[in-house]
């Protein structure tokens, strides 16, 4: 079955510290990969996608990520994290040869002063 | 301002009722999509919509049902069928199908809750 995992349900960092939020895949083909920011009671907001190419990319607010196609994953990254990041995170993989995306379960990160 | 809009914000309903949860988009985009979150389970596929006129259930389509006779509208009914409708509904849109590796955008999302 395909499938995205977010194996961590919460992320704890001080702020001004280096966040990492993990995601690992199983999908057929090649994926495409994204990530989607959600504050309470919003919708998603899009941050960040690998297509093709350089595995490092860049997204909005400082965010980062890098594609490790050996190991299947595609974690989130920030330098230094703000109190202002604090929210939940969902990681989101398209199948090769699929239309739709499968998402993962979402990981809150909390950022304390 | 070009988005997408869902409405209500918030919906109540009563248990053996029919409700329509509304989603409109002016960004001109082909493909819409509805998206059901419950805690700590992600997001779930209802139904996706490529073109007007057609579209395709996914992964929970069990007591939805949906049209798309225009290109910016994609109304979502949630029937009696559906035991356990509770839940934060999201709406969806992106310009080509997800296969072209377009991201796809969110409506600000309807709670629904079956009083």
């Known amino acids: 079955a395909q499938s995205v995992a977010q194996p961590e349900d919460q992320v704890n960092v001080a702020e001004g510290n280096p966040l990492t939020v993990k995601c690992t895949y199983s999908?057929?083909?090649?994926?495409?990969l994204f990530w989607y920011v959600q504050y309470p009671n919003r919708g998603l907001q899009f941050l960040l996608k690998?297509?093709?190419?350089?595995?490092l990319v860049k997204g909005s607010y400082g965010f980062e990520a890098e594609f490790n196609k050996s190991q299947t994953s595609f974690h989130l990254k920030k330098p230094s994290a703000l109190v202002s990041d604090s929210a939940l995170y969902f990681c989101a993989v398209r199948p090769g040869g699929y239309n739709k995306l499968i998402f993962g379960a979402g990981t809150r990160l909390a950022v304390h002063p | 301002d070009g988005g997408i809009t869902q409405s209500p914000k918030y919906l109540f309903r009563k248990e053996g009722q029919n409700v329509t949860l509304s989603c409109e988009q002016n960004l001109n985009h082909d493909a819409m999509y509805w998206y059901r979150q419950d805690p700590g389970q992600g997001l779930r596929l209802i139904y996706y919509?490529?073109?007007?006129?057609?579209?395709q259930k996914g992964d929970i389509a069990e007591g939805y049902s949906v049209s798309r006779e225009k290109k910016e509208s994609f109304p979502l009914t949630v029937t009696s069928a559906q035991k356990n409708p509770t839940a934060f509904y999201l709406c969806a849109s992106s310009a080509r199908r997800v296969t072209d590796g377009t991201e796809a955008f969110f409506g600000q999302g309807t709670r629904l809750t079956v009083v």
């Open positions: 919509s490529q073109i007007v006129n057609d579209f």
């Open positions: 690998y297509i093709t190419g350089d595995n």
């Open positions: 999908v057929s083909g090649n994926p495409y």
